[in-house]
């Protein structure tokens, strides 16, 4: 079994300071000209939200173009970050993310919009180990042009498969995540979604968005291990 979550409104909040550190990292390069204004950001891969922005600014945006805001955000993100209090860890994720551990019947992994550095970087604000995430999907990697995230979750059994050396059902996989974005992209492939409320959707638009099953917060730990570790059960 594999459970696969989004950080952003997930895991953790940032105040922020990540859309800040875009902007900041862009004005670097570009100066004032470069805007945030009207980009969607929630539930999106760091790439496209960089190249939108670039877009959106006028400015020319090759992949070399992107990779400059890329490493400049990285700095910036670690210095925004050194605010206390921006980062926090979401309320119930400490004690899920125990619980799991504890039950030891699923692989835990991370399918994100973010970056690795910068992705690591905001887990690391929140007190949260990466490193008990066994597989990790992030934003760059997906294989095409232009990248989406209905990319990734082929990647993440791909990596499950490469650790465990046998193949998962996309049945036995369970995506959570806070946007529409998280959800249709784990229905895309068969992998079970589990909504949660804390970023800009409600309960009811991310069951729209197809969700098997969506709450309010991450916050009740044993019912929602339960669901979580009764993939295979509930599929065999
Ligand atoms: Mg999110």
């Known amino acids: 079994m594999l459970l696969l979550f989004d950080i952003d409104a997930t895991l953790l909040k940032t105040s922020g300071v990540g859309i800040k550190a875009i902007l900041d990292a862009g004005r670097e390069l570009h100066g004032e000209r470069f805007t945030a204004d009207g980009i969607e950001t929630a539930g999106r891969l760091d790439p496209l939200i960089i190249a939108d922005m670039l877009r959106r600014s006028g400015l020319e945006c090759s992949r070399p173009a992107i990779e400059r805001v890329r490493a400049a955000y990285h700095r910036h993100l670690e210095r925004w970050l050194r605010t206390p209090g921006a980062a926090y860890a979401l309320p119930g994720v400490h004690a899920l993310i125990a619980e799991l551990r504890r039950q030891d019947l699923a692989t835990l992994g991370l399918l994100t ?3 690795p550095e910068t992705g ?3 887990l690391a604000a929140c007190g949260i180990d990466e490193r008990q ?3 990790q999907v992030w934003g760059d990697e997906s294989p095409y042009d232009p990248p989406a995230r209905d990319h ?3 990647l993440g059994l791909g990596k499950y498969r490469a650790r465990h050396a046998r193949d998962l059902p996309a049945a036995h996989a369970t995506i959570i995540g806070d946007t529409p974005h998280d959800v249709r992209c784990a229905k895309a492939h068969g992998l079970r979604a ?3 409320a804390t970023g800009p959707f ?5 069951m729209a968005a197809g969700a098997d099953r969506a709450v309010e917060s991450l916050s009740d730990t044993p019912g929602l ?5 009764s993939a295979e059960s509930a599929t065999a």
């Open 113 to 115: 919009g973010n970056y």
């Open 120 to 122: 690591r970087m905001k």
């Open 202 to 206: 409600s309960v009811d638009q991310l």
């Open 194 to 196: 589990l909504g949660v």
């Open 152 to 154: 990734l979750p082929p």
């Open 133 to 135: 995430f066994h597989v």
């Open 225 to 229: 291990s339960r669901w979580l570790l």
